[in-house]
Nanobody, 125 residues
Framework: QVQLVESGGGLVQPGGSLRLSCVAS????????MGWFRQAPGKEREFVAT?????????AYADSVKGRFTISRDNAKNTVYLQMNSLKPEDTAVYYC?????????????????WGQGTQVTVSS
């Protein structure tokens, strides 16, 4: 069983930055793929970014965040981060951290095994 706890959300002005953190419990953290997803009111949960470790630290991003967001992980701290720069109002959503057992780059939320409770990010002036 893996438990995930996100932090770092908040209110930020357009063009600003935030860094989200997700701390995972469990001794097999380094073998999991870790992903960030987001869900805005009235919309489906959507893929943001993912990172694996067992296959050489590969990453993937949604087109809407490429060049602005960076996903990274610190296996020693069982933590995955999402650095968000140049934030836009359309980035406003609840952001969720997720873990996937096979360690594969996957973008569908249905394929992830464990989820955090979410952290709110609001981009507004």
């Amino acid at each position: 069983q893996v438990q995930l706890v996100e932090s770092g959300g908040g209110l930020v002005q357009p063009g600003g930055s935030l860094r989200l953190s997700c701390v995972a419990s469990g001794r097999t953290f380094s073998s999991y793929a870790m992903g960030w997803f987001r869900q805005a009111p009235g919309k489906e949960r959507e893929f943001v970014a993912t990172i694996t470790w067992s296959r050489g630290d590969s990453t993937a991003y949604a087109d809407s965040v490429k060049g602005r967001f960076t996903i990274s992980r610190d296996n020693a701290k069982n933590t995955v981060y999402l650095q968000m720069n140049s934030l836009k109002p359309e980035d406003t959503a609840v952001y969720y951290c997720a873990a996937e057992r096979s360690g594969t780059i996957l973008t569908s939320p249905a394929l992830y095994d464990y989820w955090g409770q979410g952290t709110q990010v609001t981009v507004s002036s």
